[in-house]
């Protein structure tokens, strides 16, 4: 038969097989065959991945398009197909009822939208906890995130409602009804940061370190704990996203030994970066950049499979809105187009991390976890034709000037990196080429989760 596309010569990074010099064939947007070089048969069109490797597009896990700007969507879709990312699960904000917000937010993604997505609602006042029922019955909603950061006065100006411990708990037990449902937390004690941070501000002290001082990792692992617990007596299925100290870290590995469960996730700015990087209040994020232990602690979660996914936390914030004090810049910054040129010069080239590892991490894992593998996530017949060709000996330097992200600078600005995507394929349509986004606005879908029970993965750490 002829196939629409097959993508020649490269070396893939497939399941249980590791990297294999493979040909890969399309058909109708999916993976036909994956076969030995020179046997998948003829086809309407050819890529010729000799000399590069061919990783799942990625899965980021956690993005934040809508939070910098209305019109993220169109802009930053298109960075993420830059960066080799095909699908995006994004955290909708609304104070309106998710059953409106959530038809809203995918008609926007749909009308502009370059890659596929799917979504985690963050639950924050007592209708979104009642709704819950019906957004994973009526409306495919897999995930959730709640921010145990956002109680009493916090997020009064993101219009979230007081919300205590007692509200995260029944949220716990809302999600346990749903076995595959996950709950992301955003874990810092705020109780114990409104003690500490004036202290700390009150000294005049400035900068990243202020910033990591104000919000100390023990108070992370605090609201990781109470995460676990909850997780363990309620049965929730627990997702700890951005984890950023090996205090964290520690807590989390004490009890999965003991069986409790999670799933965890870092991002690429915690791997690179500590409260003493040279970036000043641009580097202002939530929890804060830590230190070069923690930087360490975490390589090593991410090579003995404590960790399992590493998500972008993007977030388009201008340049404008982080200058300044570190008490009054906006936190949060870009990164969904430099997460894998990070994996692979920081994490594949400097730290040896596998490239079947950080196939898993990036794609593989994040898809599993929310409920859209097999349909992304792996280079597998049947799956959707997401594909990255990645030149691993290509270095170049960080230069924000070339996202196509709404953002104008980078954390990353002016490092130097080895190992660059070079195409992205989405249902095996090129959509970047060379940093050139080929595709068209609205051309994105979004990604029907797989049924409950049919592919729940294991909540132990993965190997
Ligand atoms: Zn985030």
């Not at 996203?241 to 999670?262: K, M, Q, Y």
Request: net charge negative.
């Amino acid at each position: 038969m002829t196939h629409d596309l097959v993508v020649r010569n490269g070396r893939a990074v497939l399941p249980g097989a590791g990297l294999c010099a493979a040909d890969i064939a399309v058909a109708d947007g999916r993976i036909a065959a994956v076969t030995a070089p020179g046997a998948a048969g003829s086809a309407q069109d050819e890529l010729d991945a000799d000399g590069l490797v061919v990783l799942p597009g990625l899965v980021d896990p956690h993005v934040h398009f809508g939070l910098g700007h209305p019109d993220d969507w169109a802009t930053e879709s298109r960075a993420a197909a830059q960066g080799g990312v095909t699908t995006v699960l994004n955290y909708v904000q609304s104070s309106s009822p998710y059953t409106e917000a959530e038809p809203a937010e995918r008609a926007l993604a749909a009308s502009t939208s370059v890659i596929d997505w799917a979504t985690h609602p963050i639950v924050m006042s007592e209708e979104h906890l009642r709704e819950l029922p019906d957004l994973v019955r009526e409306h495919d909603v897999h995930s959730f995130k709640y921010f145990a950061n956002f109680k009493g006065d916090e997020g009064a100006y993101m219009g979230v409602e007081g919300t205590d411990t007692g509200f995260f708990f029944a949220l716990c037990r809302a999600v346990a009804a749903f076995p595959d449902v996950v709950l992301a937390v955003h874990p810092e004690n705020i109780e114990t940061i409104w003690r500490i941070l004036p202290e700390v501000k009150a000294t005049g002290a400035e900068g990243l370190p202020a910033w990591n001082a104000a919000r100390p990792d023990f108070v992370e692992a605090h609201d990781i704990f109470t995460a676990l617990l909850f997780a363990h007596r309620t049965g929730c299925r627990i997702y700890i996203p951005h984890l950023t100290n090996r205090e964290g870290l520690e807590v989390i590995r004490r009890h999965t030994a003991d069986g409790w469960r999670a799933h965890v996730e870092t991002c690429p700015h915690y791997l690179t970066h500590t409260a003493e990087s040279d970036v000043g209040s641009l580097g202002k994020v939530n929890p804060p950049l830590r230190t070069q232990d923690d930087v360490d602690a975490l390589w090593e979660g991410l090579a003995d499979g404590s960790i399992q996914t590493v998500g972008s936390d993007h977030n388009s914030r201008p340049r404008a809105k982080k200058e300044g004090s570190i008490w009054t810049a906006s936190a949060g910054f870009p990164g969904v187009n430099t997460l894998l040129p990070v994996m692979l010069g920081e994490g594949h080239h400097r730290r040896g991390l596998p490239l079947e590892r950080i196939a898993e991490l990036t794609a593989t894992n994040p898809a599993r976890i929310f409920g859209l593998h097999p349909t992304k996530g792996s280079i597998v017949p049947g799956a959707d034709a997401d594909l990255v060709l990645v030149d691993l000996d290509r270095e170049e330097t960080v230069d924000a000037s070339r996202s196509e992200s709404r953002s104008d600078f980078s954390i990353y600005e002016g490092r130097r990196l080895r190992g660059w995507p070079v195409a992205t394929l989405r249902r095996g349509a090129v959509i970047a080429r060379d940093g050139e986004v080929l595709a068209e606005p609205g051309t994105g879908r979004h990604v029907r989760r797989v049924p409950a029970g049919a592919a729940a993965p294991a909540l132990e750490p993965s190997r």
